[in-house]
């Protein structure tokens, strides 16, 4: 077993506080491979903003459990060291499916874990959540529960009602499962084809007034918004500029996420933003420099891009900066 404090990474206990007291939400990138992690810590190192380095299963599955571990581990000591930076930074399992999956993480150094019940009938969902969270309080790791299913695509631009989580369940689930954070969903989803919208129709608001029921429910408590890429239209063209097909792919507003930052969502999670900005530029050189065959030439610049962007997500959207 490895305990996370012995690897450099904290809880999200002090930061999510700090978090709902200052108005700001805490960045969950997701990671696969050395170029989106280089990023994801030199873009938090150089705006001096906490961290939530986020593993899926399918990217343990992807770049193999161990090797992420001890990457994630590498990031912390690379920070410290080269960049001579502090920030906080938590290594974080991202919809966690089982409760093995979170013991597996949690004993090889994750300092928190989302076990994802959502999906489930909420007395299983709760069942399920509390298991986990027996298992990581004694370890002192923290758990994100979820309630709610974020929207898939939908046909039209208003979003099923059914799928967004009921504010009379939130109070029930937080105190039943003993849970540090919860995701909810407000109209949110998955992906890079957030809302189907006809010609000359603009994307719908999230559901805030949702989110206000809920922070009447549970005052001050952290919550957590998935699906939150915004899609920037300048990295969907350029991909399709240089050969993709990205169409009508669209993401939530930043000044909607920027509101939510500043309410008691403590956690905003970036996936998508991520690979479109780094397929974009890989493109665009492949495109450019057909003659290019050294992975730094395309991986390097996919990488300073990316950086580029968590900066000014951190800045102008997350709020997070500085506040490390
Ligand atoms: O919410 C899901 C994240 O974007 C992770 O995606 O399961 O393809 O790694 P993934
Ligand atoms: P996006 O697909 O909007 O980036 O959401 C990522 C996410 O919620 C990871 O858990
Ligand atoms: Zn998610």
Redesign the pocket.
Known sequence: MAHYKELGFVNSKKIFKKAVDGGFAVP?Y?FNNMEQLQAIIGGCAESNSPVIL?V?SGARKYANETLLQYMAQGAVAMARKDLKSNIPVILHL??GDTYELCVSCIESGFSSVMIDGSSKPFEENIKLTKKVVEYAHKHDVSVEGELGVLAGIEDEVSAEVSHYTNPDDVEEFVKKTGVDSLAISIG?????Y?FKLKPGESVPPLRFDILEEIEKRIPGFPIVL????SVPQEYVEMCNKYGGNLAGAV?VPEDQLRKAAHSAVCKI?????GRLVVTAKIREIFSKKPEEFDPRKYLGPAREALKELIIRKNKEVLGSADQA
């Open positions: 969950g997701n986020q899926s991202d919809h949110t989803s998955h992906g890079a957030k998935h699906g939150s890429s993401g999670n970036i996936d998508t933003d």
